[in-house]
T-cell receptor, first 111, second 114 residues
Framework: GDSVTQMEGPVTLSEEAFLTINCTYTATGYPSLFWYVQYPGEGLQLLLKATKADDKGSNKGFEATYRKETTSFHLEKGSVQVSDSAVYFCALSDRNNDMRFGAGTRLTVKP | SAVISQKPSRDICQRGTSLTIQCQVDSQVTMMFWYRQQPGQSLTLIATANQGSEATYESGFVIDKFPISRPNLTFSTLTVSNMSPEDSSIYLC???????????FGQGTRLTVV
């Protein structure tokens, strides 16, 4: 079945460092791809999404590009802040509207 | 890790009726979350359920429509009340185990209201 493989954490960075969290997927057809973020003590929030190949989702300085040829949707941010410390989940929604989540990557940004 | 059992996995219900979805965790967790994913849309948080207190609902969701119980640290229920076809969605529970620093998800409940 469809699945998402996400870079394992935890990831610890200094403020203003470059962030990449890798995400690859396995799916039949063309799923929609998402990055969700969970801040401490809060529920999941949608960070960005892409619904077709070569689409780039972006929000709050984060970007991810839907790469069909490499079945990837890596999350990037050029300069992280302490407030970006959270758990990040890569996910896909298949043609049946079923969500598949990656395991989550905990990011800690130190001042 | 935490293992979550969510049931039912799917149901077809008549409009005007109510459905209660159960979420059982194999360990004690502080925070539990209920989400909805409507067709073609991303996941939306309905409410946060902490044991011993009333659930906290997000904007657009009310207790009369989505009553939640959290009787202990391993169990929660979400009821979808007085259902209409617009309530047809996937409902998902999630737990946040701060001791492990991770979040875990149930299998989801696919609800169709006819």
């Amino acid at each position: 079945g469809d699945s998402v493989t996400q870079m394992e954490g935890p990831v610890t960075l200094s403020e203003e460092a470059f962030l990449t969290i890798n995400c690859t997927y396995t799916a039949t057809g063309y799923p929609s791809l998402f990055w969700y973020v969970q801040y401490p003590g809060e529920g999941l929030q949608l960070l960005l999404k892409a619904t077709k190949a070569d689409d780039k989702g972006s929000n709050k300085g984060f970007e991810a590009t839907y790469r069909k040829e490499t079945t990837s949707f890596h999350l990037e941010k050029g300069s992280v802040q302490v407030s970006d410390s959270a758990v990040y989940f890569c996910a896909l929604s298949d043609r049946n509207n079923d969500m598949r989540f990656g395991a989550g990557t905990r990011l800690t940004v130190k001042p | 890790s935490a293992v979550i059992s969510q049931k039912p996995s799917r149901d077809i219900c008549q409009r005007g009726t109510s459905l209660t979805i159960q979420c059982q965790v194999d360990s004690q967790v502080t925070m539990m979350f209920w989400y909805r994913q409507q067709p073609g849309q991303s996941l939306t948080l309905i409410a946060t359920a902490n044991q011993g207190s009333e659930a906290t609902y997000e904007s657009g969701f009310v207790i009369d429509k989505f009553p939640i119980s959290r009787p202990n640290l391993t169990f929660s229920t979400l009821t979808v009340s007085n259902m209409s076809p617009e309530d047809s969605s996937i409902y998902l529970c999630s737990v946040d185990d701060s001791r492990l620093g991770e979040a875990f998800f149930g299998q989801g409940t696919r609800l169709t209201v006819v």
